[in-house]
Each structure stands twice: as structure tokens, then as C-alpha cells.
């Protein structure tokens, strides 16, 4: 019987296996890599999951539901339409750049997932997206912006998402100041580095 979801142990399970397909790849990484990480034996890992497609589907969705929890929260601190788009794309380089491997897995393994899989997920993903859409209207309404809002949208989440494959931690450069930057290219100004005391 596989566990609930929500259960701790399967929480556990499923953050292993994004750590390894992170640092792995999916096709890489094997069902006895999971299970020996996962310090249970390989016949073990099917009473928690079906497959190894269902591994990679659970390590998604927590990326995913995890990314949509920190966005929500970040946007209840928003007193204008640009600070609500800084307060995104900090959220979104947090989920990235501070707690990545389901983040990452979701960028570079969602060609991995059969098609059910996609379908169920893309719910998920424009969920998330809405909150991008409704922050770049408000951006647009207050004449911060002008132009395709959906290309807007687009560039914005590519700039952020290519930051996994050359940001360095500790390199000088603060996810603060990514997110001047990206907020700077996508209003087409000067990037005014926003201190943090600013969004709270």
C-alpha cells in the first residue's frame, strides 16, 4: 500500500529522490540508486510508489506546491504593483537558489513525465503562472509596463530559471540583487537595488 502524500516518511522519500535526479539526472539515476539512498531495499520502494514515473511525478508536485506556498506568502507583503513583482521573483530565485533540487528536477525533467503526467501537473504549473499574470497586469495598469504580457511573463521566468546553471552562493552577488535585475529588465529601467528593508 503506498503512504499517504502527506506522510512524513514519504516527504523524506521524495526529497532524496530529488536530490538525486537533481544530481543525476532521471534517466541516470536507477531504482537501486533510490533505494539505497533511501536506505530501504529496491523492492521496498514500491510500497510507497508505483514506479520510478511516480517518484518523479511526487518530486514535481512538491516542487511545485512548495514554489506556489512561498509566491502566496511573499504577495500578501505587497503594497504596489512593482514591489509585488519583486517580492515574486525574490520568492521565485528562493525556491530555486536556496531549497532547488525539486525545483531544478521540474525544470530539466518535465520532458521525463508521460503524458498523463504533464496534464495532471500543468494545472499546477498555471496556477502559478496566474499569480505572474496577475502581477504583470497590475504592473501594466499602474503604467509601469506596456507591451505582450504573456512574452513578458515568459522572459522574466526564463531569466529566472537559467540562474540555476551559473548563480554561486556566496560569490558576491545576493538573490536580492538578482531580483533588482530582473524587476530593472522587465520594467525596462535602471536597476534601483530595492533594499530588502523596503519589502519587509
Not at 536530490?19 to 539526472?25: A, E, P
Not at 506546491?65 to 512593482?82: D, F, G, N, V, W
Not at 496566474?130 to 504573456?150: F, M
Amino acid at each position: 500500500m503506498k503512504l499517504n502524500k502527506n506522510s512524513k516518511r514519504r516527504k523524506e522519500l521524495v526529497a532524496v529522490a530529488a536530490r538525486l535526479f537533481c544530481d543525476q539526472g532521471y534517466e541516470s539515476t536507477t531504482v537501486r540508486m533510490l533505494a539505497d539512498a533511501m536506505g530501504i531495499k529496491s523492492g521496498s520502494l514500491f510500497h510507497h510508489f508505483q514506479d520510478k514515473q511516480e517518484i518523479l511525478f511526487s518530486v514535481i508536485e512538491s516542487g511545485m506546491e512548495h514554489a506556489m506556498q512561498i509566491a502566496e506568502t511573499a504577495l500578501k507583503k505587497a503594497t504596489s504593483p512593482r514591489e509585488q513583482l519583486w517580492l515574486l521573483a525574490r520568492a521565485h530565485l528562493s525556491t530555486l537558489l536556496e531549497d532547488k533540487d525539486a525545483h531544478v528536477v521540474a525544470i530539466y525533467e518535465w520532458r521525463s513525465l508521460t503524458e498523463a503526467s504533464r496534464q495532471e501537473l500543468v494545472k499546477l504549473r498555471d496556477a502559478y503562472e496566474s499569480h505572474w499574470t496577475a502581477t504583470l497586469q497590475a504592473c501594466h495598469q499602474a503604467g509601469l509596463l506596456s507591451g505582450d504580457l504573456g512574452l513578458q511573463r515568459r522572459l522574466a521566468l526564463g531569466a529566472l530559471n537559467w540562474t540555476v546553471q551559473w548563480y554561486q552562493p556566496g560569490g558576491g552577488l545576493h538573490p536580492d540583487d538578482l531580483a533588482d535585475e530582473v524587476v530593472a529588465m522587465v520594467l525596462r529601467e535602471k536597476a534601483c537595488g530595492m533594499p530588502a528593508s523596503e519589502v519587509g
